[in-house]
């Protein structure tokens, strides 16, 4: 892309409620052990908000952020919130966010794409910056996932968890660091394996739709893990070839944290060493929207991450939706 600026992360930071679930919780409130849990998905524990909604998880990272980059919320222009689990229907979770922080010059949205949803509305932001629209824009990933599991199937109760992130997108002159190219996907013939299929304009809330558990998550994971694996493995390798580039020119893979064995898969295709994998599943399970960004909050913090650093951020979710983002590390 012939381009005068590219949009980069300037600030990033997360945030993981208190309470801590762990594998052998679980095995007193579903038939399951701490050893399938493990070996099947990689996950040892994962953090609950109990009292509270997404914004919750979600202003702690963005104040984080702004502290960080030591910039006011006023000078915020834009806020975009990836999120399957909104405070509500409207406001947008971003308008809650916006209030709270006082961005009181800022606009936003809220972003729906599932478990790429923090990718789809990094590229969003990324465009506006691009454009030279807007010179700060918030991307949030925040996702109260407790609130739409049901505990009682262990299918699905193992893998998620509770967790909010933010990134600050600025503009940088300097071509040699930022975002540099996307490849994301969407096919909606996935819809039946991944869902909530209730409180929507399809199924409105109602007795019945609440005894039937429609308010739930619902996931066959044995189809949605092979189409997982491909899905995920073939646009990370693409994203390299695109850019004539080989598993040894990276330095980390970003991947979203489903289950480890999607990500080694992903890994091992790139031809990419264990080492240069983030992977934190074991403590915070699926956080959907959040699991990109507060992994590269971590390896920021740990000083890990380090500057001009080439990077391939990497999911797949529902719709199904997908995607890979190659940029370099410009903080
Ligand atoms: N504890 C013990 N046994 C369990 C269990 C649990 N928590 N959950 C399922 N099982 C059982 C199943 O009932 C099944 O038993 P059966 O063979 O008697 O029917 C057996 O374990 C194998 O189940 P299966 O679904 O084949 O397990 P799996 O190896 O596919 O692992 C997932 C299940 C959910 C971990 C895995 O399919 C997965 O990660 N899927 C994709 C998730 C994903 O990427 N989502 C997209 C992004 S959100």
Redesign the pocket.
Known sequence: MNQKQRATITAVDHYVPEKILTNFDLEKM????ND??LE??GIRERHILEKGATSDLAIPAVQGVLKQRGISAEEIEVIIVATVTPDMFFPSTAAIIQDAIGAKNAWGFDMEA??SGFLFALMTGARFIESGAYKKVLVVGADKMSSIVDYTD??TC??FGDAGAAVLLEPTENLNEGIFDSILRLDGSGKEF?YMKGGGSLNPPSHQTVDSGLHYLF?D??A??KV?VKGMADVSAEILEKNNLAGKDVDWLVP?Q??LR?IDACASRMGLDASKVMINIDRYG?T?DATIPMCLSEWHKSGQLKKGQTIVLSS???GYSWGAILLKWGI
């Open positions: 579903v038939e399951t052990t399938w849990i099947r998905t599932a478990c262990r299918n193992i893998l991944l996931q994971g044995k949605v893990f997982a979203h489903a289950n999607i699926n959907t797949f979710g529902a």
